[in-house]
């Protein structure tokens, strides 16, 4: 069965750290894409992060480029979200997704399944 797992969120003072992981089961991360998304209240679902299965190509949102970074561990079947200097605007719940393509994309329509969402708190 394909399950995403995220976990990892916390409470974090503004300029900290935080590793979000994606752990997968039933697929196999080569074939596929990851995406990490977020969503503040109020607001809809904000693409930020993928990598493609095939060749490990990332991609990041320009809201994130230069703070996160994503990864992934083939034998551990699990995708990270690295996230440096964090704001109190990073403050959301963070998703990871699956893509059923090897394809980019940062847009919620295009990813086929879900995880169950980390909360992420930046604040002082």
């Known amino acids: 069965q394909l399950q995403l797992v995220e976990s990892g969120g916390a409470l974090v003072q503004p300029g900290g750290s935080l590793r979000l992981s994606c752990a997968a089961s039933?697929?196999?991360?080569?074939?596929?894409?990851i995406g990490w998304f977020r969503q503040a209240p109020g607001k809809e679902r904000e693409g930020l992060s993928c990598?493609?299965?095939?060749?490990?190509?990332?991609y990041y949102a320009d809201s994130v480029k230069g703070r996160f970074t994503i990864s992934r561990n083939n034998a551990k079947k699990t995708v990270y979200l690295q996230m440096n200097s964090l704001k109190p605007e990073d403050t959301a719940v963070y998703y990871c997704a699956l893509r059923r393509l090897s394809r980019y994309s940062l847009r919620t329509i295009d990813y086929d399944n879900w995880g169950q969402g980390t909360q992420v708190t930046v604040s002082s």
């Open positions: 990598i493609i299965g095939s060749d490990g190509t990332t």
């Open positions: 039933g697929f196999t991360l080569n074939y596929y894409t």
